[in-house]
């Protein structure tokens, strides 16, 4: 420790004030919306229709509370209940049919026009009205994300390092003595920014407006399905007009076409200039590959910026956020995960280590603590699916053209078959795991960990741990926090290194624990 300048961190945890980002208001609101769900749920709950239909959610309705913290509680004992069995739940956007881990297999890997991740999300975001989808252009954006992204942020960690940095320098306090501090709004910053650099390039991602508009543009749309969602289907062509966040969007959407539009211009025009070199950006990567009648259209340009951060700055800089609350509940992860930091990024022989493209992939413990903190405190369901053409499952169970499907995130991770001890927070657990020789491939619905948990770029000379299954960014069907099959995340290699970048970063210079007097949070979590 005395190689290091330590500085003491201390985690306030009451809600955020920043103007632009309303923790509050978008929590109140989904507190409200999922206790309009339930309240809609129990009216339209119909046992007689079909029996799987009935008897979880309404199990749920038994005076139980509306709030989150109620459902997933219910929602986690539903699924031990019918733990291997399909099952349906009633919400206010209609049925939706829950796969169980041990059928999830046999649906991953069918193709777009039997099994749509593209239709299922288009609706659940009521996309024809807010705009969330990438249409056409979906392939593009997770074809670069897989390849040119990953490669790109590993090439670009000392000049995200710097970044970092400088956002502490100019956002974060001295810290001359336990300082308080909220944690949460300043991690949704700090990720827009790294991301903005590899999206946009240092020229936009500085900007306060830009930073706006990226950070706004997914909660203004989650505010207006939510808002959308009270009113019944038919009557939200003429109901649009009553929700004020779509005029919101397309005011976005034209400011960020106005930011990208002289950028893209000038890089157009340079284009043919001797010497001139590309940025390596994701605004060039996209514009690359454009059709020639496309490269001009700076409204997709925009547009694909936008969704490319509802995707991923919200998402990262949670995880992150919780991965801080993690480390000042347990102040011993603390210490190891430093240690580790230490011998990856300060030891003498290791000159020059965040220039180093393997330097981050050999935080494995790291790697173990961020899966574990994301098992704890994870979505309630993944895998979203909407079913084109008849399927029919191993155990009987058919489902027609039209069916929505959900796996039962939450539930898996609390699960003691897949996860021993599934309440307690083991950082290592993972760690250990991947220490264990290869188990021999199970055949169809056991976890997979085929479904790639190496980025596209493999780092160079850290051995790997034997079993690779475990690592953060795997997937399989109990892994499923970034999905699964062919819509798995595209970008979790991508925020696995921003992730570990920052919290690498903020142990080599701080301490941090709880305030005084404050608890854990009551997650399952525990020492
Ligand atoms: C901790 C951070 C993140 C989590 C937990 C997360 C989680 C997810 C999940 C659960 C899905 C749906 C997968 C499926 O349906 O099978 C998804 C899709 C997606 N994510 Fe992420 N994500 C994260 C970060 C990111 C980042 C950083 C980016 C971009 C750089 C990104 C871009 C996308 C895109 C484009 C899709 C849609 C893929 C498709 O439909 O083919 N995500 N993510």
Redesign the pocket.
């Known amino acids: 420790m005395d190689v290091l300048q330590t500085q003491h961190l201390n985690l306030n945890s009451t809600t955020n004030d920043i103007s632009y980002y309303s923790q509050t208001s978008s929590r109140f609101i989904y507190y409200v919306a999922v206790g309009a769900i339930v309240l809609c749920a129990w009216f339209f709950q119909s046992p007689k229709r079909d029996p799987r239909a009935s008897s979880p959610f309404y199990e749920l309705l038994q005076g139980r509370s509306i709030l989150i913290v109620g459902l997933f509680t219910e929602l986690t004992a539903v699924v031990a209940k019918f733990k291997d069995r399909a099952y349906q739940i009633r919400s206010t956007e209609g049925v939706r049919t829950i796969i169980p881990t041990t059928l999830v297999g046999e649906l991953k890997s069918l193709p777009e026009d039997t099994l749509s991740?593209?239709t299922a999300?288009s609706e659940a975001m009521l996309s024809e009205y807010t705009h969330l989808s990438?249409d056409a252009h979906?392939d593009i954006?997770?074809l670069l994300?897989k390849t040119k992204?990953t490669q790109n942020l590993q090439r670009m960690i000392p000049t995200l390092k710097d970044e970092l940095q400088y956002i502490l320098a100019t956002e974060f306090p001295t810290c001359d003595d336990w300082t308080p501090f909220k944690i949460q709004p300043f991690m949704v910053r700090t990720v827009s920014r790294l991301?903005g650099r590899a999206f946009v390039g240092s020229a936009l991602s500085r900007s306060e407006e830009w930073m706006n508009v990226s950070v706004n543009f997914a909660i203004t749309a989650f505010i207006a399905v939510t808002k959308l969602q009270f009113f019944p289907p038919w009557i939200r062509p003429v109901a649009q007009y009553l929700v004020s966040e779509l005029k919101t969007i397309r005011k976005d959407l034209a400011k960020a076409q106005a930011m990208l539009e002289p950028l893209i211009k000038e890089r157009l025009s340079n284009a043919d200039t001797p010497g001139f070199e590309k940025p390596d950006d994701f605004i060039q990567w996209f514009s690359d590959v454009l059709p020639e009648e496309e490269k001009r259209d700076y409204f997709i340009q925009a547009k694909m910026q936008l969704?490319?951060s509802a995707?991923?700055i919200h998402?990262?800089s949670?995880?992150t956020t919780d991965c801080i609350y993690d480390l000042a509940v347990h102040q011993e992860m603390q210490d190891i995960l430093r240690e580790e930091a230490i011998e990856v990024f300060e030891s003498e022989e290791k000159e020059n280590a965040w220039e180093r493209k393997d330097s981050i992939a050999r935080l494995k413990k790291m790697d173990s603590f961020i899966k574990e903190s994301?098992r704890l405190s994870?979505?309630v369901t993944?895998?979203?699916?909407k079913v084109m053409k008849p399927i029919d499952l191993s155990d009987g169970t058919h489902l027609p053209s039209g069916t929505s499907l959900l796996t039962p995130l939450a539930g898996i991770s609390l699960d003691e078959r897949y996860f021993p001890d599934p309440e307690v927070f083991d950082g290592l657990r993972f760690w250990k795991l991947r220490q264990q020789p290869e188990s021999p491939k199970p055949s169809q619905s056991a976890t997979t960990a085929a479904s790639s948990s190496s980025p596209p770029a493999s780092p160079r000379s850290s051995p790997p741990l034997r079993n690779s299954k475990y690592q953060f960014t795997s997937i399989g069907d109990t892994n499923?926090?970034?999905?699964?099959?062919?819509?798995?995340?595209?970008?979790?290699f991508?925020?696995a290194q921003?992730?570990k970048l920052i919290l690498s970063y903020l142990l080599l210079h701080y301490e941090i624990k709880l305030r005084d007097g404050e608890a854990p949070s009551p997650n399952p979590s525990s020492s």
Do not use: D, M, W, Y
């Open positions: 991740a593209k999300v990438a979906s954006l997770t994300l992204a991301s969704l490319l995707s991923s998402t990262t949670n995880l994301q994870s979505n993944s895998f979203i699916r499923q926090n970034f999905g699964l099959g062919k819509h798995a995340c595209p970008g979790r991508f925020a921003e992730i």
